[in-house]
C-alpha cells in the first residue's frame, strides 16, 4: 500500500525557535496533502490543505504565518512551526492523497514536538 | 456546525464478545462516513467507508440517517482487534475529514 513517511518523529526545541517537519509520499505522487494536530486524549484537527504548486488552505483558527506550509513537489510537504511556544507542543500528523475526487488519505506516523 | 461524537473513550469486551462502537454525527447535507483504526505504535488507517458497504476484518458499519448514526459492529470480537477507533465524516465535495475523539477498544483473551 502508499507509504507517506514524516520526519523527525520526535523533537525538541527551545521556546522561540523554528522547527520544520516533513512529509513524504515515498512511492506514489501526493497531488493533495493535509496537515492535523492531536492534543492528548483529543481528536486529530485539521490545520490545512495543501496542494501541490499552490498556497495552502488554512483552517479556521490556524494562524498561517505561524505555521508555514510548503508542498514544493508531489512527494514531499513541509510544515515549519515558527517561533514555537510550549502551547505549540502537539502531536502533528501529516496525510496524502492522490488524485482528484475521493481517494483515500494515507496518514504518516506523526511527529511528536515538545516545546521548552 | 459539523461534528463527529463518539461517546465512548473506552470499550472492554472478551474475546468473542459483540462489539459495537458508536458514532454519531452532525451535518445538514449528505455526508460520507469512514472508520480509521490505529493499531498500537503503528499510523492511522482507513478501515471502512459507509459507500463501500463492505465488511473488513469482521467489522462492518451501517449508516443510518434517520439517527445519524455510524456504529461500527463485529459479533466476535478478537484480541487482534484491540486499537484505537476513530469515527470520520467527510462534508459535501471537499476532501477535508472531520474525526471523533476515538474510542480504545481493549479485547481480553
Known amino acids: 500500500g502508499a507509504v507517506v513517511s514524516q520526519h523527525p518523529s520526535r523533537v525538541i526545541c527551545k521556546s522561540g525557535t523554528s522547527v520544520k517537519i516533513e512529509c513524504r509520499s515515498l512511492?506514489?505522487?501526493?497531488?493533495?496533502m493535509f496537515w492535523y494536530r492531536q492534543f492528548p486524549k483529543q481528536s486529530l484537527m485539521l490545520m490545512a490543505t495543501?496542494?501541490?504548486?499552490?498556497?495552502?488552505?488554512?483552517e479556521q483558527g490556524v494562524e498561517k504565518d505561524k505555521f508555514l506550509i510548503n508542498h514544493a513537489s508531489l512527494t514531499l510537504s513541509t510544515l515549519t512551526v515558527t517561533s514555537a511556544h510550549p502551547e505549540d507542543s502537539s502531536f502533528y500528523i501529516c496525510?496524502?492523497?492522490?488524485?482528484?475526487?475521493?481517494?483515500?488519505?494515507?496518514f504518516g506516523p506523526g511527529t511528536r514536538l515538545t516545546v521548552l | 456546525a459539523q461534528r463527529v461524537t463518539q461517546p465512548e473513550k473506552l470499550l472492554s469486551v472478551f474475546k468473542g464478545a459483540p462489539v459495537e462502537l458508536k458514532c454519531n454525527y452532525s451535518?445538514?447535507?449528505?455526508?460520507?462516513l469512514f472508520w480509521y483504526v490505529q493499531y498500537s505504535r503503528q499510523r492511522l488507517q482507513l478501515l471502512l467507508r459507509?459507500?463501500s458497504r463492505e465488511s473488513i476484518k469482521g467489522f462492518t458499519a451501517d449508516l443510518n440517517k434517520g439517527e445519524t448514526s455510524f456504529h461500527l459492529k463485529k459479533p466476535f470480537a478478537q484480541e487482534e482487534d484491540s486499537a484505537m477507533y476513530y469515527c470520520?465524516?467527510?462534508?459535501?465535495?471537499?476532501?477535508?475529514?472531520?474525526f471523533g475523539t476515538g474510542t480504545r477498544l481493549q479485547v481480553f483473551p
Open positions: 496525510s496524502a492523497r492522490m488524485g482528484q475526487g475521493w481517494h483515500e488519505q494515507f
Open positions: 512511492d506514489f505522487q501526493a497531488t493533495t
Open positions: 495543501s496542494n501541490e504548486g499552490s498556497k495552502a488552505t488554512y
Open positions: 451535518y445538514s447535507g449528505s455526508p460520507e
Open positions: 459507509h459507500i
Open positions: 470520520a465524516l467527510r462534508t459535501g465535495n471537499t476532501d477535508k475529514l472531520i
